[in-house]
Nanobody
Framework: QVHLVESGGGSVQAGGSLRLSCTSS????????MAWFRQAPGKGREGIAT???????VYADSVKGRFSISQDNGPNTLDLQMNSLKPEDTAIYYCAAQRFPVGLGPNYAYWGQGTQVTVSS
């Protein structure tokens, strides 16, 4: 069992930055493949960045070069630094965890409750 809690969402103007954090608890040693997803109004959930215990990262084209995923604050915190934000980045952002690599697909076992990010033009 893994419990995930996202924080750091909010409202920002286009071109600004936000840093999201996901704090995990429970069987975190087993579920070491983690990711950030987002879901915009009226759209499906989109995988945007993955991170594994080896430090490997993968990014969706939509955020590559602007977003950065890391565990700078220890293995139980997954951060997403978001720079050069655009109105189309407006969405609910979720973190997720799995025991094995699934990339940017949706097959993660555990999900957080989400945090809202709103980017105004």
């Amino acid at each position: 069992q893994v419990h995930l809690v996202e924080s750091g969402g909010g409202s920002v103007q286009a071109g600004g930055s936000l840093r999201l954090s996901c704090t995990s608890s429970g069987s975190t040693y087993t579920y070491r493949y983690m990711a950030w997803f987002r879901q915009a109004p009226g759209k499906g959930r989109e995988g945007i960045a993955t991170f594994n215990f080896g430090g490997d990262t993968v990014y969706a084209d939509s955020v590559k070069g602007r977003f950065s995923i890391s565990q700078d604050n220890g293995p139980n915190t997954l951060d997403l630094q978001m720079n050069s934000l655009k109105p189309e980045d407006t969405a609910i952002y979720y973190c997720a965890a799995q025991r094995f690599p699934v990339g940017l697909g949706p097959n993660y076992a555990y999900w957080g409750q989400g945090t809202q990010v709103t980017v105004s033009s």
